[in-house]
């Protein structure tokens, strides 16, 4: 019997790096995402323009069966302060583009995870407190980190021994960040391959996961470290 | 010179509370709220529909000079676990009801608070933790609580030496909640004049405010304590 993932956030750099890392696991892997990921078993794609509502729509029904895992890295980033002149659009955004697609993977979740199988979800580091210079984006993540708590209590609505859990990655380190910060201490930022393997250990059990908790996710001379809040 | 407070959510039990309180104290009190309060000075009015840009451009600027205080008690409730076919249409709604007002709150705040001014929001007592039967209230609450630690940072874009807070009350002893738990221990519940009255405390310096912090209220055998967290 195949082992399945779905992977949202499928053709993003951490989500590509998961679903290489599950396919060559030889597990089944769906990808959602607003392009395809062509290494991935099966796509599900979404439309920018798409509501919570309809969102769900697309997903729910289109995963076939149950699954051993679901793992949101869909999400983004945008700075401001409250008196910025974007402030209200940059706080929509991140609403839907982290906390829509953790939604709809709780949803999902309710719907198809097994007994015992994985739900992790990606918070951020900085959200564990103030975030003044971002302030949309800290909102969101503290949301998704909220969520996290709720799912892993009683009567959630997912199994009842299933693994929920958030990673909090400081800077990973993939092609857009090195763009844009090209003369950063790379040695202090986290690959994807690495993170993606954590997942696998996770979803495979060779990694306890403690329900509920947020994994922080910190690399320091190239070595990377993960601490449950 | 009279001073002046708004008063996000005038309308509600607990805003027409606020209300009530500062105009006997002889401020000059801004309504903000989907109906009139005739006992306020001056009425803001929302519609239901408005998008979060279109409620900020209906505020922003509509309210003249600079103020004292911003009170942002708008919100709303609604249930449901992660399986709830509800949860995406309670999310969104959950959203926009506390986090919209809060995020027009503190932009307001960023334009017209005085210096030493007070913002206080409203966050949620079991916000603090997981809300498994609650999700999307749970949510937005956790985010205006996050929002309250940004706003209180450095460069969070309102006065330095603002005084932000959030009240975190169990239950209000509002008409809507007696006609939904008519059984309950009402000397459990708080009484919004009580808080109006402690938020009029904050507001004059009477009581100290530790800014960036969630104020639990919690009141047993008619007696209401207030904790900082």
């Given at each position: 019997m195949v082992s399945s993932i779905v992977v949202y956030g499928g053709s993003g750099a951490l989500g590509r790096a998961i679903v290489t890392a599950f396919v060559q696991k030889q597990w089944a892997v769906t990808s959602i995402d607003f392009v395809a990921n062509q290494e991935a078993t099966t796509n599900i794609l979404l439309e920018k323009s798409d509501s919570l509502e309809e969102q769900g729509k697309r997903v729910i029904g289109a995963v076939g069966g149950q699954v051993d895992a679901i793992v949101c890295v869909a999400g983004g980033w945008a700075g401001g302060n409250a008196a910025s002149p974007d402030l209200f659009a940059n706080s929509e955004l991140m609403w839907k583009q982290s906390v829509h697609s953790s939604l709809v993977a709780a949803h999902l979740a309710s719907k198809t995870l097994k007994s015992g199988g994985l739900l992790t979800l990606t918070g951020a580091y900085p959200a564990q407190k103030g975030t003044p210079f971002m302030i949309g984006y800290g909102m969101a993540k503290a949301a998704v980190h909220q969520l996290v708590a709720s799912l892993a209590?009683?009567?959630?609505?997912?199994?009842?021994d299933a693994k929920v859990n958030a990673i909090l990655p400081v800077t990973l380190d993939t092609p857009m960040n090195r763009s844009g910060m090209p003369n950063a201490d790379f040695t202090s930022w986290t690959p994807c391959s690495e993170v993606a393997e954590t997942i696998y250990a996770w979803a495979t059990n060779a990694i306890p996961v403690t329900s509920g908790k947020l994994v922080e996710i910190v690399t320091k001379d190239s070595k990377t470290s993960y601490t449950e809040k």
């Open positions: 209590g009683p009567d959630s609505g997912i199994p009842a």
